[in-house]
C-alpha cells in the first residue's frame, strides 16, 4: 500500500498565507488589547477607589504625550470624520504621571469623539495659567450632559443612557476614575 498523502494545512480561504487570515489576526489582537484595556481599567479604578495608586512622578514633556493621546484616538476619529485640531503652545515640563496624563487624555478625547456627531470639530488647547499650573481644555459639538446626568456617569457603572448613548458601549467608568485621578 502506498503511504498516504500529507496535504498542505488549508482551511475555509485556502493555504495560510490567505490574506484574510491576516485579517482575521489583526480582529483578534485588536479584539484582545481591548479586553485587556477593560480589565486595566477596572484594576485601576479599584486601586483608585482604595487609594492604592501609585503615581510614577517625573519630568513629562506634555506635548508629546498630548501627540501620543491625539495619535491613538486617531482611528476613531477617522472613522467618524471627526477633525481634532491642537493649539499646543511651548509647554514646560510637568512633574506627573506620564501614563495617567496619558490615560486621562485618551479617555476625554475618545468621549468627545464617541458623543459627537459624525464630521465633528474636535479642539484640544493646552497652556499654563500666570501660576504656571497646566490648563488642559477640550471643546466638542457633543451631546452634552445635565446636572443631574453628570452627577450619574460619576457614579460607579453610572451610564447615561440614550438611543445615541447605548450604541457607543463601554463599561461606563471612565468618568470616574479620570474624576479620581484628577
Not at 35 to 57: C, F, H, K, P, Q
Not at 69 to 79: I, N, P, R, S, Y
Request: proline share 5%; aromatic share 4%; hydrophobic share 40%.
Amino acid at each position: 500500500p502506498k503511504p498516504p498523502r500529507i496535504r498542505p494545512l488549508t482551511s475555509p480561504f485556502g493555504p495560510l498565507g490567505n490574506p484574510q487570515y491576516l485579517r482575521y489576526i489583526g480582529f483578534i489582537q485588536r479584539s484582545g488589547k481591548h479586553l485587556l484595556t477593560l480589565i486595566d481599567d477596572t484594576l485601576d479604578l479599584s486601586a483608585i477607589e482604595n487609594d492604592r495608586v501609585r503615581l510614577a512622578l517625573d519630568d513629562v514633556d506634555v506635548a508629546a504625550v498630548i501627540g501620543s493621546a491625539v495619535e491613538t484616538t486617531a482611528l476613531l476619529a477617522g472613522k467618524k470624520k471627526t477633525a481634532v485640531s491642537l493649539d499646543v503652545g511651548r509647554l514646560r515640563p510637568l512633574r506627573t504621571d506620564a501614563r495617567r496624563l496619558l490615560q486621562i487624555l485618551i479617555n476625554l478625547l475618545s468621549n468627545a469623539v464617541k458623543y459627537s456627531p459624525p464630521g465633528s470639530r474636535i479642539e484640544l488647547a493646552a497652556r499654563h495659567d500666570g501660576d504656571g499650573a497646566l490648563v488642559l481644555s477640550i471643546r466638542d459639538n457633543g451631546i452634552g450632559m445635565s446636572a443631574e446626568q453628570i452627577r450619574v456617569a460619576l457614579s460607579r457603572f453610572g451610564r447615561v443612557g440614550s438611543a445615541y448613548t447605548a450604541q457607543e458601549g463601554g463599561v461606563g467608568d471612565d468618568q470616574i476614575m479620570l474624576r479620581d485621578l484628577l
